[in-house]
């Protein structure tokens, strides 16, 4: 039987360094698509992931172990920001929705938790959750810094090969490695994935030469506008009910009740400062890793010394100048493989909440509430309010909690047929 270390208990002194690599590689590759998304420097986003990370254990008691990496969920809203106004502006939503989060995690402080399933029932926690993965995988085969070129003008054998060496290792290390490598098979199909476009000639490796070996990273103020604040505004609603999720999924694992202890109300408050502090230099949200949840659970190491060792390894990255130019030459086919897992990873974790959570799709209002979230957010409606702009998750997300409500209404007057 492994060794199991709990949240408080110390890792032997030989053990913490590639403890600590692995949260640091299981983070990795996920955390840094999304700065190459919106197209800025992965250092500043490596050093506030590591800072955020230290601030979320300290505000937490070190009662909970989490990883804050880059967010998925801003994506689709940041990118319409940066487009119309630049990324200083998109920045300044991210604060906005930082500083919206502590409000939140004030009330929760003072009212409890129960408001939350009214809200946000399992039925539609689970499914919104589930959208943040499904809502982004078309992103893996249409090009760009994200994804394949298979789909593309530019498709070529080279670009295919290139694909399928990633999503074939990353697939078959999900359910064939073992021991260290088992915690890494992302990390490993980028390698493959990099590798193999490096023999096939494919990427330019001058900026990584050129580059000085120290760098400080690149910091932007953040500007900020009523109309970006509004575009990015429904997204509280998808990092609420992901941040419970993994809150939920994470107690779990380690077998304590991190609702109630150190208090979902210090959680929320810790990763939306996270975020408000990172979109304010120029980086991006941040927000409780899966993948580091499951590190935990395949490893049996909880102990938040071992995150906070990743954290530091996460500054002291950003710092490095050829690894930021080195990170910035990875193809997309190799980024477009590594998500055609990932992203599908991410969504299956909400329909794990659904399961652990014991839905019964045998009651009408979850079999509606789910079904409406999914159509919605798959769909590709969009609705426009002005300058606000509800597609994909963050529309369902919205629909997801207008509806809760509704059916909560209907329950109060029992006018439900069931």
Not at 185 to 210: N, Q, S, W
Not at 226 to 239: N, R
Not at 295 to 316: K, L
């Amino acid at each position: 039987m492994k060794k199991i270390y709990q949240v408080d208990e110390r890792v032997p002194g030989k053990l913490l360094v590639p403890l600590s690599i692995q949260h640091t590689f299981a983070m990795f590759g996920a955390s840094v698509l999304v700065p190459i998304i919106f197209g800025i420097n992965p250092g500043i986003v490596l050093l506030m992931n590591g800072i955020g990370t230290l601030i979320f254990i300290a505000i937490t008691k070190g009662k909970a172990p989490a990883y804050l990496g880059s967010s998925f969920a801003f994506l689709a809203p940041g990118a319409v920001i940066i487009s119309q106004k630049g990324f200083e502006y998109a920045g300044g939503a991210f604060v906005a929705v930082g500083i919206i989060g502590m409000i939140i995690s004030y009330i929760i402080y003072k009212y409890g938790t129960d408001w939350i399933n009214v809200v946000l029932p399992p039925a539609a926690m689970g499914s919104v959750v589930a959208l943040i993965g499904f809502d982004l995988v078309g992103l893996t085969v249409r090009g760009g810094a994200i994804g394949a070129e298979i789909l593309t003008e530019n498709y070529s054998t080279e670009h295919l090969i290139v694909f399928l060496v990633t999503v074939l290792v990353a697939i078959l290390g999900s359910v064939l490695f073992k021991k260290i490598l088992a915690t890494v098979p992302i990390l490993i199909a980028i390698i493959c994935g990099y590798v193999t476009a490096l023999a096939l000639g494919m990427v330019d490796l001058t900026a990584v030469r050129e580059a000085t070996f120290f760098t400080m990273p690149q910091f932007r103020l953040a500007k900020f506008s009523l109309d970006s604040i509004l575009t990015m505004l429904p997204v509280v609603l998808v990092i609420l009910s992901e941040h419970i999720s993994h809150q939920v999924v994470t107690s779990n694992i380690i077998g304590r009740d991190l609702i109630k202890d150190p208090g979902l109300h210090r959680s929320i408050f810790a990763d939306n400062l996270s975020t408000a502090l990172s979109g304010l230099v120029g980086g991006v949200p941040t927000t409780t890793y899966g993948e580091n949840i499951g590190v935990m659970a395949i490893t049996g190491v909880y102990s938040v010394e071992v995150i906070a060792g990743a954290a530091v390894i996460s500054i002291i990255m950003a710092f490095i100048g050829p690894l930021s130019a080195f990170i910035s030459t990875i193809p997309g086919d190799v980024i477009g493989g590594v998500t055609f897992l990932l992203y599908g990873m991410i969504g299956t974790s909400g329909i794990r909440l659904l399961v652990d959570q014991k839905v019964d799709y045998s009651v009408s209002k979850n079999l509606v509430l789910t079904s409406v979230v999914f159509t919605t957010g798959l769909s590709g409606a969009t609705v426009k309010f002005g300058a606000i702009n509800l597609s994909g998750m963050v529309l369902a997300s919205v629909v997801a909690v207008l509806l809760s409500l509704v059916f909560y209404l209907f329950d109060k007057f029992q006018i439900m047929n069931e």
